[in-house]
């Protein structure tokens, strides 16, 4: 089928227009990413799920995306539908349960417990994108993660089905939840939070952002966050990943428009320009440096996601 024909299809049964060859370069803070041949900005989730399940049906390969902060897109594009998840809202339940629809950014999430006098999620201030993104790779920092508060998800299933599932459905790992083998969609997320006391959260947050800004290269830079996990030893010793970097100098390894931040070792930034193959290459010359000094195998925690993925 024609790219028009599709979108005339997508029209006639979602109600709203899809883009065609929009650059997703545009949509991931790496800025990297050649053009989608379809892209649709989800704003209810009706839309969200109207326009997955069309994908399904057409046979259409898709991806739905939140902010963009954990991923880069391949140099030649992405051929099917990318659909960027802008679903948001927050409502308080009785007994400090907090309902978040997928697409709600982070920052909004931590505005309204502070509002709210609820404490538990002061460690996410600072990490940008959804509590959709965040729930599928786990996010965190400081030795917490969003899993922990998780008390449950309403998912859209590969069959199309709506399910609510619980958090041990979830196997939330160290950055990784079992939605990354499943592929299903996030649309609700419900979080178990405690009472707090308001001026203690917001001192919390303001700390957290401190320690964020000393440790960090600035938030602005292009980069999808932390490039690899810390990898964890037969004994289950988690070892910090930017130190083994910085002990075989890769800050300031450059690969075409890629580099390593001088400021973390795990930051791996666009200089502007930078193609989807130079992080590739400058990542697969760090792990295999780290390789054969330690025999350790970095695994990445930033998502490169392929065209024909
Ligand atoms: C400057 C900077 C600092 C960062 N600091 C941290 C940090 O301290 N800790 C940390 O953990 N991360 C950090 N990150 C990474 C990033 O912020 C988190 O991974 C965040 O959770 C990504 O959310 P997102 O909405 O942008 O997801 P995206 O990057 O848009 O997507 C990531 C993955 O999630 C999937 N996904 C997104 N939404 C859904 C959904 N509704 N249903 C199913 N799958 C979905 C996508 O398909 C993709 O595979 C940082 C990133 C940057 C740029």
Redesign the pocket.
């Known amino acids: 089928m024609k790219k028009d024909e599709i979108c005339q299809k997508f029209l006639q049964s979602v109600g709203k227009i899809l883009t065609i060859d929009e650059p997703l370069a545009h949509h991931?803070?790496f800025q990297i990413g050649g053009p989608a041949d379809f892209f649709f900005r989800a704003t209810t989730e009706e839309e969200l799920l109207a326009s997955v399940n069309f994908a399904r049906q057409e046979g259409l390969r898709f991806?739905?995306?939140?902010?963009?902060?954990?991923?880069f897109f391949d140099d030649r594009g992405y051929r099917g539908l990318i659909i960027k998840?802008e679903v948001s809202s927050i409502q308080l339940q009785p007994e400090s349960y907090v309902e978040v629809l997928?697409?709600t950014l982070?920052e909004e999430l931590i505005q309204f417990c502070l509002v709210h006098s609820l404490k538990g999620l002061e460690f996410l201030a600072?990490?940008?994108?959804?509590i959709?993104?965040?729930?599928?790779?786990?996010?965190?920092?400081f030795g917490e993660?969003i899993g922990d508060w998780v008390e449950s998800v309403k998912l859209l299933t590969a069959r199309g089905e709506i399910k609510v599932v619980d958090r041990d459905y979830l196997k939330f790992k160290y950055?990784s939840s079992f939605?990354k083998k499943t592929?299903?969609?996030?649309?609700r997320v419900n979080l178990k939070l405690s009472p707090g006391e308001r001026d203690s959260i917001a001192s919390r947050i303001k700390e957290i952002r401190q320690q964020?800004r000393a440790k960090?290269?600035p938030?602005s830079?292009p980069?999808?966050?932390?490039f690899f996990k810390n990898p964890v030893l037969p004994n289950g010793r988690k070892v910090p990943v930017a130190s083994l970097l910085e002990e075989i100098g890769a800050k300031g390894f450059r690969v075409g428009g890629a580099v390593v931040s001088q400021a973390h070792a795990n930051f791996i930034y666009n200089l502007g320009g930078a193609r989807a193959r130079d992080v590739l290459a400058l990542a697969s010359r760090l792990k295999e440096r780290i390789r054969r000094r330690f025999g350790i195998e970095l695994e990445e925690?930033?998502?490169f996601?392929p065209e024909d993925a």
């Not at 959709?132 to 920092?141: E, S």
């Open positions: 991931c803070h991806r739905v995306i939140g902010g963009g902060f954990n991923i998840n997928s697409g982070l600072g990490i940008p994108g959804t959709g993104g965040a729930v599928y790779g786990n996010a965190g920092a993660a950055r939605l592929k299903e969609i996030i649309l964020r960090l290269p938030p830079l980069c999808g966050g932390s925690e930033v998502i996601l």
